[in-house]
């Protein structure tokens, strides 16, 4: 085992990490960092290395946070350590972000040199404030043509009241002046504080499930020291274990070595077979000598959004199970349980922190597990008060009580910071209200910028929210959301009756004062979307017994091959297999056949 | 079953003097060289095929399709013939059919078609009307079909087809109504009617909007069922989706693909069924010209499944108007059709498509109207 440890002086770490708006190049800068320390040559470097898995390089979000240990050797003639713990970068992982930064001491803080402070670089930077982390500004992308650095820095010491005098200002892009910001990194972040001494105190700020180690715990020490055979309890779930293996990350891999003290950044092996053991967030500490008490700030993860997620081919459904409770080993914030559906039959209702998140567990299930899904539209969870008093958290519409059985609904409301520039500000208010906002406030960031504040319905931006505001602001608004409260609300629920039968699958909870709009776009919806079949479909929406809007599916009055030529009956028969295929990617509801997308079609009914 | 009794050869003639603006299928105008070469590539598949196929036993019917058989020289019909004589057994009263295009019919061709042993014509008319005609971007007008027809009946074919096409651009009930007088003015023994249907890649296909609109799909089908009662009173028969004939007077060869009795496919992209396998020829001409092995030009093999049979027996069968017949599918494959098809069926009887009458299963009329939306719920 190669082990430095005894050598590494805590006054020669820097635990740090960066954090910028999306698209400003955060990990851009991480590669550039990786490549300049030395670990790696650029031949071995993939395209942002920190960003693993496919799903995120594609869409060029970081999903889960991956770390990184370098060996820096700074002007002074010192070797130091860095510590580059990476974070999320989606508000669907507010909460994952606040761990990662709770293990760090400094955070550089990435701004482009031609767009400047947006949204998510004042949310990030008031995150980075209250985990008392020094800021390291830094202004990127200065090659391009439409770089303005010096207003950028005026923009930094005026709205954020960051010293810029000696700011850095880099291409992570084509490497120019990314010295500079590890010389500051060295010199403006301080050492980490603790002893290695006291009783052992670590913060999960991820984990991660390998098929050989089992459960792979990313920790920041910050009291003690914990090594191979350290009997460690995790505080908040009460489980205790011994440990394997203590390491630090190397570059894509995992290193061993002897112990971690306070200050480093590591991980922890200890045979743990269930990553809910090893919340994000908790603490960990030695079971026969334990710390008084765990480090602040742990909480909990809930899912936000919920929807149904049904194999295509109902005999998948164990296959499905499978893939979910593999997904779940990596992803503690995914929850799951068995559900059916009288349409779709069996499947599972999960929770996700936000519709980005549904998307990449949706995807990764039908990419990594070769499996069809059929999804039923995502909705929030509601709390009812029962006219008993007792309280229910209703994540599936078809649950939802008799309204005589219901004393209230009460629906998740988020409070939303949302960037833009003057010229949108009417537009991105007119957004605001229409979907229920309240006004919170505004502030002029600077004179041509403004910092609008609503409270919004959750369920009114889970869809299609973010698309609207990028129209409406030609893509000039940035947004960022916290959930604040449940508030009472009139509430119903919208049930789809196809053929007059009751389609479960299709029932959503909708805010009573847009119901009647909704049914009626459902229905069109579904009118495009349901074939025609042998006899007329009338396509209806409900609230309880009251029908609110109607379609017709008309019969279908022809389809018939007349020309059968010179005995080629494959061509006929490619024809029958085709149409054969189409009706098997239909779900039978009573007589009707309705395709397995169209229990998606909610989603896009706001499309103008 | 009963494919043992009853066998048939197709011979395909891919030439034609022009291509209809629907057309999609495998023909186009070709210099006479290439004709030439094509024919003898035909005679030495014809040879090939008999040695490999010792047991085909009597043959009693042949059919020229095309393309236009019409439109090459008669003698080459006539080498043809003989070769399959050579080398097949042709029973002596054969149904032997020739696909022609009216504008190609004089006195030497139907005499020399006669003398070679051809007994059956089928000629494409699709329309009485020289506007509409003309629209199609045939090469013939009304009155040549008559006189084509009159030339038929002196050169003495006592069974022809005339094939009328509906759901024409522009075409209404009225118009469809006159086509149909004038064609039963004809008094031929056969008569197909075919629906237009709008194929990708077709010339009306890229160029629909120069062409008077076509008729929507309740209009089509209004235009068929008239079709279907006009000829019904003028005493033809309707015994398959497109086809109606004179007592006595169905078309053999059609309905034995129906039946699936066997057939040898012979000629560019000719398909054959033989032994439950069914084989579809190259669609290359070219690699058609230059094949020296069968194995060389046989496309696409495939061995039917016991389960692919019994799909057939329903989904081919059932075009028929009498349906098919229970008590075959038993002594056809030993096995009882409710067993496998009964849920198919009782779903299609209750939604009213399908018809039961003396264990025979047929399509009902309006099951008729949407029938691939039945028949592929036979499929395995």
Known sequence: MSDLSEDIRQDHIRNFCIIAHIDHGKSTLADRIIEKTGLLTKREMQDQVLDNMDLERERGITIKAQTVRIIYNAKDGDEYILNLIDTPGHVDFNYEVSRALAACDGAVLIVDASQGIEAQTLGNYYLAMEHDLEVVPVINKIDLPSAEPERVKQEIEDVIGLDCTDVPLISAKNGINIDQVLEQIVHRIPAPSGDRNKPLQCLIFDSLYDSYKGVIVFVRVFEGTVKKGTRIRFMATEAEEEVVEVGYFGPGQFIPCEELRAGMVGYITASIKNVRDTRVGDTVTDAQRPCDKPLPGYRKVTPMVYCGLYPADGAKYPDLRDALEKLQLNDASLQYEPETSAALGFGFRCGFLGLLHLDVIQERLEREYGLDLVTTAPGVIYKVIKTDGSVMMLTNPSNMPDPSEITEMQEPIVSAEIMVTKDYVGQIMKLCQERRGVYNGMEYIEANRALLKY?????????????????????????????????????????????????????????????????????QKLKEEIPRQLFEIPIQAAIGSRIIARETVKALRKDVLAKCYGGDISRKKKLLEKQKEGKKRMRQIGNVEIPQKAFMSVLKLDDE | MTSKEQRGIYIHIPFCARKCVYCDFLSAPRPDTVVRAYFDALIREIRMTSREETEYGPVSTVFFGGGTPGLVPAAFIARVLSALRENFDIRQDAEITLETNPGLMDEQKLSAWRAAGVNRLSMGAQSFDDRELRLLGRIHTAAQVREGFALARKAGFDNINIDLMEALPGQDIRSLQKNLEALTALSPEHVSVYSLILEDGTYLAEHLPEFPPLPGEDAERAMYWHSVRFLEKRGYRQYEISNFAKPGRACLHNVSYWERREYLGLGLGASSLRRETRITNTQDLSEYLRFTELTDIRKDVTHLTRQDAQAEFFYLGLRKKEGVSLDEFRDAFGADPLAIYGPVLVKHRKDGTLGEDGGRIFLTRRGLDVSNYILCDFLP
């Open chain 1, 455 to 523: 409270d919004l319905p959750l369920n009114e931006i889970i869809y299609d929210f973010f698309d609207a505001l990028k129209s409406r602001s030609r893509g000039y608004a940035s947004f960022d959301y916290e959930f604040k409260d449940y508030e009472p609300s009139k509430l119903v629920k919208l049930d789809i009756l196809v053929n007059k039968e009751q389609v479960d699958a299709l029932s959503f909870i909708v805010w009573a004062g847009s119901a009647e709009e909704r049914g009626r776009k459902m229905c």
